[in-house]
């Protein structure tokens, strides 16, 4: 009687066995811990000229790292929701008005969690388009490939976008620039192009993780027409960025002492200008994101993913 009892109590506690875990969701969830992942790490590099880091809140009154660390995390179930959504979808219209859709609820969650402050609205559209081309991607992946995936998706309208114009396309259509749409639509040029092949060319040299990726961003902000610089400090601010962060790559980069020196005195002038290179930021961002599905432990999710989905 006792041997029965004690087997009835036991069976009542046992822990019950763990379900398999689902493939896809196995997926998914790794291409959107990578996306709030390389956020996090965007927005931690130190120093960035102009921008949020360990320091302070560069040229900005309204954010700080906390507040983009909490942000970045509240944009999880977003970029799920736009893997699960891709998966299996073509980057055709449909997608495009299904992302936009998700894309809207993490800019609420995002406002939410930040009280209004916008932290992450372009880090959104770009990561959320590679995210969504990680998913759709069939067969090997590659930085190239799911870059031209996400530029087939952006470049079909959203007849739901809201009338009004953002800071950025108001600013892009004015100075005669890209901008977050136009970067989308060629298919992340200072990802693929520029800010990955720094990053890597980088490493290969030897460099820290720290230098190789703000090597990588300067790289970008020598480059970019970036709109955030041009809504808060115009032409000048611009120019400014853009001579400062090459003038640092001539000096043999962030890991030189003339470099650095150089990175510090463009810190200065843009904070002192109230500019701040946020599209550079969101663009590393993607570059990290990119990045990350080559390393070995990323790799090995993003095949266990394609082995249950395609």
């Not at 921008?51 to 983009?68: C, E, I, K, P, Q």
């Not at 990802?191 to 720094?198: E, F, R, S």
């Not at 601010?237 to 890991?255: C, I, P, W």
Request: proline fraction near 5%.
């Amino acid at each position: 009687m006792w041997s029965s009892f004690a087997t009835a109590i036991d069976e009542r506690v046992r822990p019950a066995r763990a379900a398999p875990a689902d493939p896809t969701d196995v997926f998914v969830t790794r291409l959107a811990a990578c996306a709030v992942e390389s956020l996090v790490m965007e927005a931690s590099l130190t120093p960035k000229p102009g921008l949020v880091d360990a320091r302070g809140s560069g040229a900005h009154t309204d954010l700080s790292l906390d507040l983009m660390h909490r942000s970045a995390h509240a944009l999880f179930p977003c970029f799920k929701d736009m893997a699960r959504a891709a998966i299996g979808a073509e980057p055709n219209q449909q997608a495009r008005m299904t992302l936009a859709a998700i894309g809207r609820d993490g800019e609420r969650a995002m406002f939410e969690e930040t009280r209004g402050v916008n932290t992450h609205k372009g880090a959104i559209w770009a990561l959320g388009l590679l995210v969504a081309g990680c998913a759709m991607c069939a067969g090997p992946r590659d930085a190239a490939k799911i870059a031209a995936i996400a530029q087939c998706v952006a470049r079909h309208p959203d007849p739901r976008m809201p009338a009004a114009a953002t800071n950025g396309s108001r600013v892009a259509r004015r100075f005669g620039v890209r901008g977050a749409a136009g970067e989308a639509q060629e298919g992340f040029p200072h990802v693929v192009g520029v800010g990955l092949p720094a990053l890597r060319e980088a490493r290969s040299r030897g460099l820290g993780e720290t230098f190789a990726r703000l090597d990588a961003l300067m790289s970008i902000m020598a480059r970019l027409d970036d709109t955030c610089l041009l809504h808060r400090g115009g032409i000048e601010a611009l120019d400014r960025t853009k001579k400062g962060a090459a003038d640092v790559l001539r000096r043999g980069g962030t890991s030189t002492a003339s470099g650095i020196a150089a990175l510090h005195s463009l810190d200065v002038e843009l904070v002192g200008m109230n500019a701040s290179p946020g599209g550079s930021g969101d663009l590393l961002a993607a570059t990290l994101f990119l990045d990350s599905l080559t390393t070995p432990s990323a790799k090995a999710s993003v095949e266990l993913g394609q082995r249950g989905v395609s």
